[in-house]
């Protein structure tokens, strides 16, 4: 059986590509998936998900316990509001890197704390989608023992 990597994805990050290409860039999540396998190692699989409720992206993280080798997340909004995503993120024991296609830091204050980063082992901002393939890059590598 494959190490399996969840990328799960927050509020409006269905919209990815189809509005705000000035701050989110062009490509839409199904090229985020296709960019984030062609880099993975043999033996290692993703499961790119996305949510605009808060409960089904606990549900998964819950789910991620017994099916994932690590989790790469884009909360969205709720980066900076959910204190239940991040208490999820805490029972998880695998690698976890929260990634953000923009700089939330230099954008409005609200966007400068984030829940999740309390619980995240690496954080990754501003580098549009090329942050998923970094962060997913850095899980298959720990997973693979690379
Ligand atoms: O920069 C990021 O990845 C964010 O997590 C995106 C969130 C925002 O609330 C965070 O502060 C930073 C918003 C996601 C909205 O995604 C859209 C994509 C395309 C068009 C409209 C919204």
């Given at each position: 059986?494959?190490?399996?990597?969840?990328?799960?994805?927050?509020?409006?990050l269905?919209?990815?590509?189809?509005?705000?290409?000035?701050?989110?860039?062009?490509?839409?999540?199904?090229?985020?998936?296709?960019?984030c396998?062609?880099?993975?190692?043999?033996?290692v699989?993703?499961?790119?998900?996305?949510?605009?409720h808060?409960?089904?992206?606990?549900?998964?993280?819950h789910?991620?316990?017994?099916?994932?080798?690590?989790?790469?997340?884009?909360?969205?909004?709720?980066?900076?509001?959910?204190?239940?995503?991040?208490?999820?993120?805490?029972a998880?024991?695998?690698?976890?890197?929260?990634?953000?296609?923009?700089?939330?830091?230099?954008?409005?204050?609200f966007?400068?704390?984030?829940?999740?980063?309390?619980?995240?082992?690496?954080?990754?901002?501003?580098?549009?989608?090329?942050?998923?393939?970094?962060?997913?890059?850095r899980?298959?590598?720990?997973?693979?023992?690379?």
């Amino acid at each position: 059986m494959p190490a399996t990597i969840f990328v799960l994805n927050g509020p409006n990050l269905n919209l990815l590509g189809k509005r705000q290409p000035e701050i989110y860039g062009a490509e839409t999540l199904e090229d985020v998936e296709r960019r984030c396998r062609a880099g993975l190692p043999e033996g290692v699989d993703l499961r790119l998900l996305q949510s605009n409720h808060e409960g089904q992206l606990i549900d998964w993280i819950h789910e991620a316990r017994d099916a994932a080798a690590g989790i790469v997340i884009n909360p969205g909004a709720f980066t900076h509001t959910s204190i239940a995503i991040l208490d999820a993120l805490n029972a998880y024991d695998g690698p976890v890197i929260e990634v953000h296609i923009s700089n939330v830091h230099k954008r409005e204050s609200f966007r400068h704390h984030s829940y999740v980063s309390l619980r995240a082992d690496g954080v990754i901002a501003g580098l549009g989608i090329e942050g998923y393939e970094a962060a997913v890059r850095r899980i298959a590598g720990l997973v693979a023992g690379t």
